[in-house]
């Protein structure tokens, strides 16, 4: 039987596979790290991150932070390690990567561990890649290593292990009650069993719009609270594969002056977690319909063409919920990407990685 061949789309339907590897084999990998950092304080915490592995940070920001009862800082390594003040009240420095070879963040966890005596986290796929030098703990992604330039199903195995990590470090600390461990721990098993659904509704929402689909000139996505990660995380692939302006916003943040310049030629998405900003994200669409080309809901809403209704029996935390939310982002990115001609495919500034520095081999 002829392997198949490693794409954006084949690591998208792959997802459910590997997120349930992550989640039935996460306690047993992760005993030794998660019984390492028991006893350890955890009130500040910082993450260094770039790219889709800063904006899954920036999703499972509040997770983290309720789970652990802690205060998560997430910072950009390169200009923290060059403009920004090192802050020995940060008791676990968090640096993801998934192929363990960016450069910034590799530069920023040598200059941390010179100045403080704060441990390292390391979050990789790479357990052979540099970034490991630096690293007090490791915690790893358990999926093999993204071999397409556009990050899919890295970024969901990086939301989950963190989610994971939260929830069985919260509970050994006695922060997270049992009731509470066990209903999410309940809840991300429906989930990972809904990928394959989510991924069918999308790919019939994209053919019966792609036609209005295919004349966006400018892509807009905008989420709250742990969502605002995946409007981010939309930025980044469409911008990757789209390659036309594509932009991510905070809910509140669009509404403070970059609602100024919409026009016909403007593409929202809006991200409905069923959070408590749900009606006021409802009330900016319906405000915005008109001044707009298309406008459309994911996640929660009603039965429509224009909208892709996750329909969930089960009543869903939007911490977690947010799993199910990129992977639409993910299908509609590729396919629009080819809809505009794009064979993403085909290899584009092969040499920028080794003229800009930007990996360490």
């Known amino acids: 039987m002829a392997e198949i061949k490693e794409t954006m789309l084949t690591n998208i339907y792959r997802e459910k596979e590997i997120l349930e590897k992550i989640f039935n084999e996460f306690k047993e990998k992760n005993r030794d790290l998660l019984f390492s950092l028991k ?3 955890l009130k500040n915490i910082l993450i260094l991150a770039t790219g889709s592995s800063m904006n ?3 999703t499972i920001k509040y997770t983290l932070e309720e789970n652990l009862k802690t ?5 950009e390594p390169f200009n923290y390690t060059n403009y920004g003040m090192i802050n020995n009240e940060f008791d676990l420095i968090i640096g993801i990567s998934q192929s363990g070879r960016s450069a910034s963040t590799i530069k920023a966890l040598e200059k941390i561990k010179s100045k403080t005596k704060a441990e390292t986290l390391v ?7 540099p970034i490991v030098e630096y690293s007090d703990y490791i915690l790893e992604l ?14 969901t195995a990086t939301v989950l292990n963190i989610i994971l990590f939260s929830l069985y470090l919260g509970k050994m600390k ?3 009650s049992v009731e509470k461990f066990n209903n999410n721990i309940f809840q991300i098993k429906k989930i990972i069993e809904k990928i394959p659904k989510i991924i069918l509704k999308t790919e019939n929402y994209f053919e019966t719009n792609k036609l209005l689909l295919e004349k966006g000139e400018r892509f807009i996505c905008i989420g709250y609270g742990p969502s605002t990660g995946i409007a981010k995380e939309f930025e980044t692939k469409f911008t990757e594969t789209v390659r036309y302006p594509s932009q991510g916003f905070e809910l509140e943040s669009y509404m403070h002056g970059p609602y100024l310049e919409a026009n016909k030629k403007h593409y929202i998405f809006y991200l409905n977690s069923k959070g408590i900003f749900s009606q006021r994200l409802l009330l900016l669409k319906q405000y915005m319909e008109k001044y707009v080309g298309f406008s459309s809901i994911i996640g929660f809403a009603k039965e429509d063409f224009k909208n892709i209704n996750f329909e969930l029996n089960e009543e869903i935390d939007e911490n977690l919920l947010v799993i199910l939310l990129v992977i639409p982002i993910q299908i509609l990115s590729y396919r629009i990407a080819n809809l505009k001609g794009i064979n993403l495919e085909v290899r584009i500034f092969d040499d920028f990685d080794k003229v800009l520095k930007s990996k360490i081999n």
Request: zero cysteines; glycine letters at 6%.
């Open 56 to 58: 899954a940070a920036l």
């Open 123 to 129: 979050i990789t796929s790479n357990l052979s890649s």
């Open 142 to 155: 358990n999926m093999e290593i993204e071999n397409v330039g556009f990050v899919t199903k890295g970024f």
């Open 39 to 41: 006893e350890k304080q």
């Open 174 to 176: 006695e922060l997270v």
């Open 71 to 75: 205060v998560v800082f997430i910072e």
